[in-house]
């Protein structure tokens, strides 16, 4: 696993990445380049070891972002021809049916991601324009595809498959096809690892903006919480999540709304921050702290779905051996975490109270030694299993 993998995650308006070394977690140089093709300075914030380096750059679109991002490097360093770079991983949200795993990346694959765009019409379309242009500028580099959706590709059928008629299902590809598979791979493997043991029953939350649970037994992902589209599941930072698709119709019909304008109220100011104002966890735990009664009914009803959601993935399993946290509200808030494990004794979940208070980097416990279940808290890290997955792949 040895060499340097440039991780790529190309938006629609946006360029992250990260330089690692995938062997070691070591990370040289990451960065984000913002608001691409919107007609303004594009700021480019680069870091490279202890530099800083904030400036905007001229980016009408992912060509000439991409460009300025290799210029950062040119300039603030690292020297990408100093390093020589192994591979290119490149994050790609939806694969559809046709990826269950990562690919070598070719003419014909980026044909095969375009064709999934109107699955993930506001991420497939910035994934291929940042690949083309990566192809063209790193030319004698492999390139590999990840796919968010390919740790659930072999989801059983009865949890893959939506009831409705099936030639509308198979016309339009409508399944659940979930999302963050990259993230609760990761974690689910890393779960493995520290407890070394593969024939795990898990659950795996990770609660970020966007939020997914995961179901994985001995590996193996057997449902998820994402369908056709990341809006399915749990309570999200702007998401809804699980609805009545009849509130759809509702809208439509008695509020006389259009499609477009129930997608966007839907997608972006719906969950958290439809009930509070504000979609940031932090923002959501001081209101209801300071007294507002929209954050604490807001609160109650995220974490009754996550709730919901482990006694569901629990019957799926047949039981259950971990609960995994992870991302940025799973990582941190011990709140979340406590309200989630607290009503779960039933379950076999004895807390440790001090234990998931206490702060710390890495995996941490979160149950006593005698607990049924094990929770745990597992830092996620995406752009490292990219670049895993993506040195593989170049060395074969
Ligand atoms: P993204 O989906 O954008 O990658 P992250 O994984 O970074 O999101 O998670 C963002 C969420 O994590 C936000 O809701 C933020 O409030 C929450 N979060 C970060 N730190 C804390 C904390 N210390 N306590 C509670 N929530 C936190």
Request: a negative charge; zero cysteines.
């Amino acid at each position: 696993m040895t060499g340097t993998v440039l991780v790529i995650n190309s938006g629609s308006s946006s360029i992250k990445y990260q330089l690692l070394e995938p062997a070691t977690g070591t990370v040289h140089a990451s960065g984000l380049l913002e608001r691409i093709g919107e007609g303004v300075d594009a700021p480019l914030h680069h870091t490279a070891g202890d530099t800083v380096h904030d400036t905007t750059v001229y980016a009408t679109d992912h060509s000439s972002g991409l460009r300025a991002v290799l210029g950062a490097f040119a300039e603030i360093g690292p020297d990408l021809g100093d390093v020589g770079i192994a591979a290119v991983g490149h994050r790609v949200v939806q694969g559809g049916d046709t990826f269950s795993g990562p690919v070598l990346i070719d003419d014909e694959v980026i044909d095969a991601i375009d064709s999934y765009s109107p699955l993930a019409p506001l991420h497939n379309p910035g994934n291929v324009a940042g690949i083309r242009v990566a192809r063209e500028l790193l030319p004698s580099v492999p390139h590999v595809a990840v796919f968010d959706t390919a740790f659930f590709a072999n989801l059983p059928d009865d949890a893959a498959t939506y009831a409705i008629d099936t030639d509308v299902a198979s016309s339009y590809g409508i399944r659940r096809y979930g999302a963050h598979g990259t993230s609760h791979e990761f974690v689910a493997k890393a779960v493995a690892e520290h407890l070394r043991r593969d024939d795990l029953k898990q659950i795996v939350l990770h609660l970020g903006n966007g939020a997914s649970a995961s179901a994985v037994d001995s590996g193996r992902a057997v449902d998820t919480s994402m369908g056709l589209t990341p809006l399915e599941g749990l309570v999200m930072g702007t998401r809804t999540g699980d609805i009545d698709p009849a509130v759809v119709f509702h809208l439509s019909r008695v509020a006389g709304m259009e499609i477009d304008e129930i997608d966007a109220l839907l997608n972006r100011r719906s969950g958290l921050k439809g009930m509070t104002g504000q979609n940031d966890m932090r923002a959501v735990r001081q209101m209801a702290a300071d007294g507002d009664e929209r954050a604490v009914l807001a609160l109650a009803v995220y974490t009754h779905r996550l709730r919901k959601y482990v006694g569901a993935y629990a019957a799926v399993l047949g039981g259950l051996d971990v609960i995994a946290f992870t991302a940025g509200v799973g990582e941190n808030s011990a709140e979340t975490r406590a309200e989630v494990l607290r009503p779960l004794a039933f379950l076999g979940v004895e807390l440790d109270e001090a234990a998931n208070a206490a702060r710390g980097d890495g995996i941490r416990r979160l149950t006593t030694e005698g607990s049924a279940v094990t929770a745990l808290v597992v830092p996620t890290n995406e752009e490292l299993e990219i670049a895993r997955l993506a040195i593989d792949l170049a060395r074969d």
